[in-house]
């Protein structure tokens, strides 16, 4: 029976949640030979408030093109997580920065909070790559493509000139799920 | 052995490589089957029929013959991904080689871009569609495929997506068509790239398509929202059955267009939506480090052309299209329709090479060596080169702001005939052509806001109230009495009904409930008192969520209607300030209203923070001088305005308006002043320049006054050279701020009636301008005489035969500096005056100043407050001090850092002591300026209001003070040794001893 894996990545416009998107989209079709969607919010809401990015990974026909079933979120702000985390499924996981997201909501899933934005001032000296950390965290967290395909799909993705700053940042990511993942191993 | 085709295309790809990195996808496609590609062609003879070093004129064709060619379905798309890239990349080249050619022999830039976006655009559908229309043929064959209509939504010439409208027949072929977009969407993503079926995310359920039927529940009873439907208008059909398209443009894309004599609702949405963009957009200032072409211009633009597009029923696709017709149709609006050509050929084109060159997102980051080298190679595709006086990159940017105000210009100007036209096809019909007439009241429903919420419901989500907002502002009040009367009629369950729905309305448009509140405070001021209104803001306030998005409609508020918003916090009570700031201080990043949030936090503040009486003047300077708000955290700039408003005063032509300018800069000078001094700037800094442009102001007051009273007196204009002067005494004489009242001495060297009459009304014209600025003029001796100016005459009729009091008159004298007058005057007036009357008799003077000061300490003793003016040690104990040290060496200057100096010079053993004398008073006039803006104009000085005073003035001394009462403490021992000092300083001048300094309780709190 083929796998079907949900990652919606919101937040607000220009957070580059687009780019995640399209990262790990064509991480998986292109350089793991899976099956992959991405869509992304349009419409006004995406003109200012929250916004979102959703990727549909699968080993065969993605013939359901609306993420609906969750398995990992990612919210960079507090509004896109109040507003989009009703179809987490029980038992995904929440991916939240931690200054940006303070009020968890409720529910039958694992919460990840890190702070994304802070460490991408902090460490890279780059708001701008925020997003690549973020998406260093799903990547360890998800487990769903191979890091060398992600870092393929990054290189292919971003800025000439940008691509070694990229790759820090994503594993700035990895170094933080590591950290959580070891914190929270019971 | 290779062929010319290989060699062509390793030159193809080394070309491909220089652009941006995303293009790797297309190079790894084609060195992966580019040889399979080959030899399967070459193999079948067909060589002659492919075009495989120039960009194919028909792509269909051939992926056809490839896809005939081969039975295994996994290397055939593997091959068609390969041919794809490679006729993705040589439609590129052939664009850029084009426009190249093009923009080097040709001077109309924006004519060029216009063909090279259109081309490009074009070129891009049809290998697009070619790519999508083979694979169909794969995924689902025609001999099993049902009814359906692919329509291409988005912008042409786009190539990071494509954005699809599917429309099918309803649920019972859904599953075959999902799989199969299913499949091509995959393939698409690998070889070509990503497919967005926007439309289906919102209509229909699961699946890449929806039916009519769909659309019909979705977005008949309500509006939706204007990008949905703006990408509905736009729609192309591109592959499928041109009936289905026939018939969802008649029963769905229609109504959305301007139809005369019909219901034109979905039409008044639309534009609605639209406009509400249009207006968030105009306003906003890119920011400094970060380029959004969208953002910048080309959103607005396209939502202009997409109002004009259904209201015109313009028969044209891309907006390109629209406005060609427009230029060619609306030649009274030529000039704008061409502004927007140029910019949104600029920006578009701008947009599409960064995206090839660099990579395929909106914002472009202006802050790295990388970003600039990137911005370069762009630069030499939109047809820059280095010159001396700027490298190319930086050519392009400056034209790129030029075309950002070139796009707002234009917008503005079409809006309004925009604005004119929903006023008249509008369902609100009735309130927005409400009159004064008794019949035009009579139009309106029966409960005004109860009928408007219900109607607006159709409207959910749109921004876009100005006309509504425009009636209710009328200033003959029917609508907006009917409005109120709404509210006020109903039952108070009913009310608050009412409210909450209009709160939960205006949660989401801040904008168009914060204008309401304004209109009903200017119009009804007397409503605003009322627990209805009060209980409608504060639950308001409280419905805001502290979020990103609040946040930004906030700022978006601010940078609209900068006034509304100034005149909306003015009003708030603390309580209400405090929610509005702990929201605003939620951590925050976006870049592009970093700065508004700055500004509207430091405006909150003010609000919340500060005094009544320094609150006035901020209220008043931006009400009048609204667009300077967004200045605020600029002092430099603040400065530089402020120097312009004086400066301009003299360009207006009446001395009305020269008199209200005026009294403006006083405002703002004043304003700005204070935000220093509480932004912790030095206080000697503020006291200087409030000193500068208060004299400023008496000066040119004084000057426009005589010009006002000399033009009514045309025949008899008396002549009095060097016989009139305006001196200040008390505080503003010593250089003090932020006083509530002005003391002010007019001396007349002359006792002629008609001069003195004429003089007498020109101080009274200043009295009464002063006045309004909320400051108390003090004419000294005017009780006395019973006039605004005083003779020499009365002066020496006063003193000749003095009283008990005379003494304080002349230390009002004594400490007077003169602001309006001339040199010659001083000379007289020292002779005459100062020197016979004060000087000549210092010793009384000395030893009246003595007991003043005894008194004054023997009365503070049973105050229960601290007075830090007239307290023992406080402010007036230094100043007798120096008034008695003034007499005693017969110096008449005024109480400044000159004097100061002097009396050091003079008498180098008390150097010391009296330096740290000065230190003091300095402390203690900074804590009472802070206290005055903050608290209140009082100098009686409440302990529990100290706290507020220790950032700002920490700030500016560097000291570490944690709280009010170490504060306290610190004023309590400045006092006390200043006392001690006094006496010391005293006994070294060899003057009389003061019996009263001794035992003082100085500090109740």
């Known amino acids: 029976m083929s796998f079907r894996y949900e990652i919606r990545l919101s937040g607000a416009g220009g957070q580059g949640l687009i780019l995640v998107g399209k990262v790990l989209a064509e991480a998986a079709a292109i350089y793991e030979g899976l099956n992959a969607t991405q869509s992304q919010s349009y419409g006004p809401e995406a003109r200012g408030g929250a916004s979102r990015s959703e990727v549909i990974i699968s080993d065969g026909d993605i013939d359901y093109p609306k993420a609906e079933n969750i398995d990992l979120m990612l919210a960079l702000t507090q509004e896109a997580c109040d507003k989009y985390i009703a179809d987490l499924k029980p038992g995904g996981t929440l991916l939240v920065d931690s200054q940006m997201v303070a009020k968890i909501p409720e529910g039958d899933f694992k919460v990840v909070a890190l702070p994304i934005i802070q460490s991408a001032v902090e460490r890279l000296g780059k708001f701008v790559v925020s997003n690549i950390i973020a998406l260093g965290i799903l990547y360890k967290l998800s487990g769903i493509v191979s890091e060398d395909s992600v870092k393929h799909a990054i290189r292919a993705r971003v800025p000439k000139g940008t691509e070694e700053l990229n790759l820090q940042a994503f594993q700035t990511g990895i170094d933080l799920a590591e950290d959580w993942l070891r914190q929270n191993a019971h | ?1005």
Request: hydrophobic fraction near 40%; aromatic fraction near 12%.
């Open chain 2, 1 to 1005: 052995m290779k062929s010319a085709i290989h060699y062509s295309l390793t030159d193809l790809l080394s070309r491909a490589a220089e652009l941006g990195n995303h293009h790797q996808k297309y190079i790894h496609n084609i060195e992966k089957n580019f040889d399979s590609l080959f030899a399967l062609i070459d193999a079948r003879h067909l060589i002659d029929q492919f075009h495989l070093l120039r960009f194919s004129p028909r792509p269909d064709r051939e992926m056809k013959l490839i896809a005939n060619s081969m039975a295994d379905r996994e290397t055939l798309l593997e091959m068609l991904g390969c041919y794809y890239s490679i006729q993705f990349l040589l439609l590129n080249f052939k664009a850029l080689d084009v426009l190249h050619m093009k923009l080097s022999t040709t001077t109309n830039h924006h004519a060029i871009f216009q063909s090279f976006l259109m081309r490009t655009g074009n070129d891009f559908r049809l290998l697009s569609a070619a790519y999508m229309n083979t694979l169909l043929e794969i995924f689902l064959p025609r001999t099993k495929r049902p009814d359906f209509v692919i329509c291409g939504v988005g912008t042409r010439v786009d190539q990071d997506d494509i954005d699809l409208g599917i429309v099918d027949t309803g649920l019972e072929n859904r599953a075959v068509l999902t799989t199969a977009f299913g499949a091509m969407s995959n393939e698409m993503l690998k070889y070509a790239c990503s497919l967005h079926y926007h439309l289906s995310e919102h209509v229909g359920t699961q699946g890449y398509s929806a039916s009519i039927d769909d659309y019909h529940e979705l977005l008949d009873p309500k509006i939706q929202d204007f990008v949905l439907i703006s990408e509905m208008v736009n729609a192309v059909p591109i592959l499928g059955k041109r009936e289905i398209f026939n018939q969802f443009k008649t029963e769905i894309l229609d109504r959305y267009y301007y139809s005369p004599d019909h219901d034109n609702k979905y039409h008044e949405g639309f534009l609605r939506g639209l406009l509400g963009e249009i207006r968030d957009l105009m306003y906003k200032e890119p920011p400094e480090n970060l380029l959004n072409p969208k953002r910048d211009g080309l959103r607005m633009l396209k939502a202009l052309l997409f109002a004009l597009k259904t209201w015109k029923r313009i028969e044209a696709n891309t907006s390109l299209e629209v406005l060609d017709i427009l230029l060619k149709n609306e030649r009274h609006n030529h000039e704008s329709y061409n502004q927007i050509f140029q910019a949104l050929t600029f920006l578009e084109t701008f947009r599409f090479l960064y995206q090839l060159f660099v990579v395929q997102e909106e914002e472009v980051h202006l802050d790295s060596e990388e970003a600039r080298n990137n911005l370069q190679r762009v630069a030499y595709a939109m047809g820059y080169e280095d010159r001396n006086y700027a490298r190319a990159r930086t050519q392009m940017l400056t034209h790129y702001y030029d075309h950002h105000k070139l796009a707002r210009i234009s917008v503005d100007h079409l809006l309004t005939g925009i604005t004119e036209h929903l006023r008249e096809i509008t369902i609100f019909y009735p309130i927005t052509h409400v009159s004064s007439q008794a019949s035009g009241a009579a139009s309106l429903p029966g409960n005004v806001p109860l009928d408007f919420i219900q109607s607006s419901r159709f409207f959910q989500g749109v921004r876009f109230w100005d006309d509504i907002l425009d009636s209710l502002d009328n200033p003959n009040q029917v609508l907006l009495k009917r409005f109120l009367d709404g509210f006020l009629t109903l039952s108070d369950t009913r009310r608050a009904v009412l409210v909450k729905t209009y709160i939960k309305w205006g949660a989401k448009t801040p904008f168009t409930l914060i204008s309401l509140f304004g209109i009903i405070a200017k119009r009804q001021p007397k409503i605003v008192e009322t627990e209805f209104f009060q209980k409608f803001v504060q639950d308001f306030i409280f419905e805001l969520e502290p979020t990103l998005e609040t946040i930004s409609r906030l700022c978006q508020t601010l940078n609209l209607a900068p006034q509304i918003m100034n005149n909306f916090l003015s009003v708030l009570p603390t309580e209400l300030l405090a929610r509005l700031i702990a929201i605003l201080e939620k951590p925050y990043w976006k870049p592009e209203i970093t700065t508004l949030r700055e500004t509207l936090l430091m405006l909150c503040r003010i609000y919340h923070n500060n005094s009544y009486y320094f609150k006035r003047f901020v209220q008043r300077v931006f009400n009048t001088y609204a667009e300077y708000i967004t200045s605020l955290n600029n002092q430099p700039k603040m400065n530089q305005l402020a120097e312009g408003l004086f400066r301009n005063i003299d360009n207006f032509d009446s001395l009305d308006e020269k008199f209200e300018r005026l009294g403006d800069y006083y405002d703002f000078e004043f304003m700005r002043l204070g935000i220093s001094l509480l932004d912790g700037a030095p206080f000697e800094k503020i006291n200087r320049e409030f000193t500068h442009f208060s004299d400023n102001y008496l000066q040119m007051l004084f000057e426009l006054c005589r010009e006002e009273v000399a033009m009514a007196d045309q025949q008899d204009v008396p002549e009095m050279h060097d016989l009139l002067a305006i001196f200040t005494a008390g505080g503003h004489a010593r250089g003090q701020a932020f006083d509530d009242d002005y003391d002010l001495i007019v001396l007349l060297n002359s006792s002629d009636p008609l001069i003195l009459d004429f003089c007498n009304r020109i101080i009274q014209k200043m009295n009464k301008r002063i006045i309004r600025r909320s400051i108390i003029p003090q004419f000294r001796f005017a009780d006395r005489f019973r006039q605004f100016v005083t003779t020499f005459d009365d002066l020496r009729h006063l003193f000749e035969r003095p009283d008990e009091n005379s003494f304080i008159d002349q230390s009002q004298l004594l400490g007077a500096r003169m602001i309006v007058g001339s040199t010659h005057f001083l000379k007289v007036f020292q002779r005459e005056i100062i020197t016979p009357f004060i000087f000549q008799r210092k010793s009384d003077f000395i030893q009246a100043m003595h007991n003043e000061i005894g008194a004054r300490h023997s009365y503070s003793a049973n105050s229960d407050r601290l007075d830090i003016k007239e307290g023992p040690g406080g402010l007036r104990d230094f100043e007798n001090f120096v008034f008695i040290i003034k007499a005693h060496f017969e110096w008449s200057e005024p109480l400044t850092d000159e004097l100061y100096s002097r009396i050091q010079q003079s008498v180098p053993k008390v150097a010391t002591q009296f330096d740290a004398l000065v230190d003091d008073y300095h402390l203690l006039k900074h804590i009472r300026d802070l206290y005055r803006l903050i608290v209140s104009n009082e100098d009686h000085l409440e302990g529990i209001y100290l706290d507020q005073l220790v950032r700002p003035f920490c700030l500016a001394h560097g000291l570490e003070i944690e709280s009010g009462a170490e504060l306290a403490e610190l004023i309590n021992q400045i006092m006390r040794q200043n006392v001690e000092r006094i006496v010391a300083l005293f006994e070294i001048f060899g003057l009389a001893e003061i019996p009263t300094l001794t035992g003082q309780q100085f500090f109740p709190f």
